[in-house]
């Protein structure tokens, strides 16, 4: 590898660690392809956002310390999650006092964060992906990565390159899923009926796989889509583009 | 004022099971963000429009003392006369007071959210004074003795079919044989009855979307001209208002109107825009013998300079509720206080505390959808998640969320210890699934997997895998 390539630091999220690790290796795929060097600093476990969507700054805080050390040796940060980079690019600077030395670490590490596609096309230059998926896929934007890092078209245009690959349009792809964090245990009902309406849009498109770039998302997704017992698999995008698609879709067994 | 925030799960139960109001609530969101968007989309430059009207209010809360006193001052050369209110029952009395002083029986009423915050209609009829609601949705719930569900439409959660039932109900007069299952028809058995009202009315009370500093004027926007008959026919005109409505010039109160009903109701103006300004000159044609404006603080004030300020940039569009989907699922009556929506999450914990609300700001995805169509980019989530600070400050959250909260913190703090705890969950989650990849009903879960399978892991953390292979032994690997 060249020696001018960038040293990506994987922040791989709790959840992808945790219940999908295969997103994790699909990332490092596709940053190696995109000409990156890729390190996964071992001092990592969340990003923060359970503490700081739930008021408690100090614990939101601490985490943020803990990344700011772990990433402190990367060109980049970058997060196969909206909401986890949105937290480190927009969030973490207002969580230390301002013109403190772990605020300004902060606003210096937040940009150079990056979610992953977006890191891809807007930084590298990717302008398409080597792969072939010859399936019917509707995209669900994230809320915030679309929202908070304007993440709409970057993974419909990758998408679009894959061969094979159907994109379809998704009646209110922009309309919040109801996994929010601690809101889908907190508010079970209201957070059903969301995500009940999102499956029943997928549903309605007859599409086979329903793409997105936020695990949290996609859980809440996968998990109402197989309850439906609905044909269709939930798939976060890194999958697609990096070709790791052999396992099941996110909640299908093996058999 | 109505005040249910604090069983708001409840409400929220009860409004899902509820299929009429699930009907009525599928209908009206698509609607009002198509209009909405289309109404943006036509206008290139709305984010500019947004930018400036946002300006004249930070300038205007800036300055507020000094544009309310102008305000005042204006009124009174005009001949009219400013009350200004501290608390909700400072206003109730207020106009009482003025109710009384011309021996009003009947009142005609604008639409307006401060009568709902400071409770006005149960209090003057308390008094033996009739108010009567005239714009089509307030008369609607007045009839069905329901407080507003949505800041603009406020029968919004009320079937056509139900109002022909509450009209049949009410109105004695109405011959049963007549159809009322067009919106048509009830509107023109709703223009019946009120015709009478309007001109038995001794006094109209409105409301006011902007109070103009330069000019003593009170503007308000109507699609029924409902407002136009309330505060022409009576002898006297109330405006009731809260005082961050006030903006300096005519000029800034258009440039707010521009972006106020292309973000309410997609329309580029209302219907009606009608400014008030003093009791009826010698050479008008019409209009009422006395005006008198009765200025609400009820806490606002004290929010200027606290951390709750922005939401007093608020403009009452209703674009958060229109395209929140907590709203759309749930409805206005849930959120049990006057204001429902992102605007009311907010405001109704800021105004009356947050150990009795603080349900409301949690009940969000924090999706960002509100600030997205805020025409004052107003930025809700990161007020939503302010209230939540402060809830957790202090130690307001269930004992059980906050345990586990402080748990879950002890391990990611540590990240060593993590792996260790993540490892083992893990290995126990993928083994309680077998082969099926998802599991249907998990202890401490239940709240998931009432309505959806929890997908299991693959198997093995990512940092595991990664340490065992190559790449992760060989950390420098170039």
């Excluded at chain 2, 909700?88 to 021996?103: H, N």
């Excluded at chain 2, 308000?220 to 009576?234: S, W, Y």
Aim: a neutral charge; glycine letters at 8%; hydrophobic letters at 40%.
């Amino acid at each position: 590898m060249a020696n001018d390539a960038p040293t990506v630091g994987l922040f791989v999220t709790c959840l992808v660690d945790l219940f999908r690790p295969t997103v994790g290796f699909a990332a490092v795929r596709l940053l190696e392809r995109a000409g990156c060097r890729v390190v996964v600093p071992q001092r990592q476990t969340c990003c923060g956002q359970p503490a700081h969507n739930s008021g408690d700054r100090g614990n939101a805080a601490a985490i943020a310390a803990q990344v700011l050390d772990a990433f402190g040796g990367s060109d980049y940060l970058v997060a196969p999650s909206g909401s986890c980079a949105a937290m480190i690019r927009h969030h973490y600077p207002t969580l230390f006092d301002a013109g403190s030395d772990l605020a300004q670490r902060a606003t210096e590490l937040g940009q150079r964060t990056y979610e992953l596609v977006a890191f891809l096309t807007d930084v590298r230059g990717v302008r398409g992906v080597d792969t072939d998926f010859p399936f019917r896929v509707v995209y669900h934007d994230a809320c915030s990565g679309l929202r908070e890092l304007g993440i709409e078209s970057q993974p419909r245009r990758l998408l679009e390159s894959v061969r094979g690959l159907e994109l379809v349009n998704l009646d209110g792809a922009e309309t919040c899923c109801g996994f929010g964090g601690t809101f889908c245990v907190k508010y079970p009902e209201i957070s059903n009926r969301m995500v009940a309406d999102k499956a029943a849009a997928i549903a309605a498109t007859g599409a086979n796989v329903v793409a997105s770039g936020d695990l949290g998302c996609l859980m809440n997704i996968a998990g109402r889509l197989t309850r439906d017992e609905s044909q269709t698999g939930a798939r976060h995008v890194a999958e697609i583009l990096a070709g790791m698609t052999e396992e099941p879709p996110i909640g299908r067994g093996q058999d | 004022m109505h005040n249910s925030s604090r069983t708001f799960q409840e409400n929220a139960a009860a409004a899902l099971a509820d299929e009429t109001l699930q009907i009525a609530l599928s209908r009206f969101q698509s609607g009002f963000s198509a209009r909405r968007a289309q109404a943006v989309a036509r206008m290139p430059e709305f984010d500019d429009l947004r930018d400036r009207a946002r300006r004249i209010k930070d300038h205007t809360l800036e300055h507020l003392d000094h544009y309310l006193e102008r305000f005042e001052e204006e009124v009174i050369a005009s001949g009219g006369q400013v009350h200004w209110a501290q608390s909700p029952d400072q206003a109730r009395q207020k106009i009482l007071e003025v109710c009384r002083a011309v021996g009003a029986k009947s009142v005609t009423k604008g639409k307006s959210m401060i009568a709902e915050e400071i409770s006005l209609n149960p209090f003057l009829e308390e008094n033996g004074i009739e108010p009567v609601e005239t714009d089509l949705g307030e008369y609607i719930i007045q009839l069905r003795n329901e407080p507003p569900s949505h800041i603009i439409a406020p029968a919004i959660h009320v079937l056509k079919e139900q109002v022909a039932e509450t009209f049949r109900r009410a109105h004695p007069t109405l011959d049963s044989a007549r159809p009322l299952n067009e919106a048509r028809a009830l509107v023109d058995e709703a223009r019946s009855v009120l015709r009478g009202k309007f001109l038995a009315a001794d006094v109209g009370i409105t409301g006011a979307n902007f109070l103009v500093a330069e000019t003593g004027s009170a503007v308000i926007v109507t699609n029924e001209g409902n407002c136009d008959l309330t505060q022409t026919l009576p002898r006297v005109h109330i405006v009731l208002a809260s005082l961050e409505k006030v903006v300096p010039t005519l000029h800034d109160a258009f440039t707010l109107l521009r972006i106020l009903a292309r973000s309410a109701t997609g329309q580029e103006f209302s219907t009606y825009t009608t400014l008030a300004t003093g009791p009826k000159r010698l050479d008008d044609a019409d209009g009422p013998q006395a005006f008198h404006v009765v200025l609400l603080d009820n806490g606002r004030s004290a929010m200027l300079g606290g951390p709750f300020r922005e939401i007093l940039h608020c403009i009452r569009c209703g674009a958060c509720m229109n395209h929140c989907p907590v709203y759309g699922a749930v409805g206005g009556h849930a959120y049990g206080g006057v204001y429902p929506g992102p605007l009311g999450a907010v405001l109704t914990p800021a105004l009356s505390g947050i150990a009795e609300t603080s349900a409301l700001p949690n009940a969000s995805t924090l999706c960002g959808r509100c600030e997205e169509v805020c025409p004052m980019r107003i930025p809700l989530p990161k007020l939503l998640r302010r209230h939540r600070q402060q809830e957790f400050v202090e130690r307001l959250g269930s004992m059980r969320s906050r345990l586990a909260l402080g748990l879950w913190a002890f391990f990611a703090r540590r990240p060593w210890l993590y792996r260790v705890i993540a490892d083992m969950s893990i290995r126990l989650l993928t083994l309680a699934a077998g082969r099926k990849g998802s599991l249907r009903w998990l202890p401490f879960a239940t709240s998931w997997t009432k309505g959806r399978d929890l997908p299991a892991p693959q198997g093995g953390t990512f940092m595991t895998r990664w340490g065992r292979s190559n790449r992760g032994a060989t950390k420098q690997r170039r």
